[in-house]
């Protein structure tokens, strides 16, 4: 698939709107990642794109198999040649296959292998890139992978998390997702966040099958409204806007969903049905 960790598992970080290039903040995804630029060595680098794409798999009615992958494309411009962006990536847990390079443009990218940091608990990827020859705009992708964490807060060990909910008076297993990321809009760029979600989650609601979306941001564009081609579900959205905010993310672009899945059998339920495998069993073998 791909190779990539994040926020969303990142934790957001608090930072600072971005001052002739030198310093601001990025949370990659909700929960996991967050790129934070540290220092700008020479004249000013701006971020015009930032795209995001999460694949949810194995997406099925109890999640218990669902898996993602995070590919993350940053396209940043730099005013001459030379011009060096210092930054790092934090991550929280349970991301695999970490994998970061220059796509587009003539650039160097140094990333550096995560390492714990006790002081903010977080596992850290410093990483340089330099520009080079006469093309001033490059464009890096960082990638990775993660599965669901059963029962775990969304946003804390995994962009996904598998629960159980209430609906209709039924309860329902359910896969929570909060990612996408933030940041990037500060610096002047477009960010554009997309979910691509294995099978048809095209029904808004609280039966199974369905998905609620809690997202609620006046500053996006939604481009994709959950799009289903016959295999899979596509939502994505896009801002451009910037809003200050106590925590320095803007208006923090993450996408929050709960995708709702088969009823959890009742415990009476599921007594009867190991009961009926045991009689099943006691007459297959008379």
Partial sequence: ???SSLQNVSAPRPGSSLRNGMTSSISLASAAVALVLVSNTFAAITQPWRRTTTTLTGTSGTFS???????????VRASAVGDVQTEFFAYKANFQNVSAAVTIGDATLNFGAAAFDPVDSLYKSPYSLTFGGSNLTSTWRFAYEGGVVAGATPGDASFISQTQVMRNGQL??????AGG???????????????????EWSRLGTGAGSVELSYNSAYYTIASDFLYDGANTTF???????VTTPDGEGNNPTIQMTLIGDVVPSPGAVALMCLAGVVGARRRRG
Avoid: E, P, R
């Avoid at 994505?236 to 910037?242: H, I, L, P, W």
């Fill in 1 to 3: 698939m791909i190779a």
């Fill in 65 to 75: 198999n669902a898996h993602y992958g995070y590919v993350n494309d940053l396209t």
């Fill in 172 to 177: 329902h297993w359910a896969l929570v997702f």
């Fill in 181 to 199: 990321g933030s940041g990037g809009v500060s610096q002047g760029g477009t960010f554009t966040s997309t979910v691509v979600m294995a099978g």
């Fill in 236 to 242: 994505a959205v896009n801002t451009n806007a910037y």
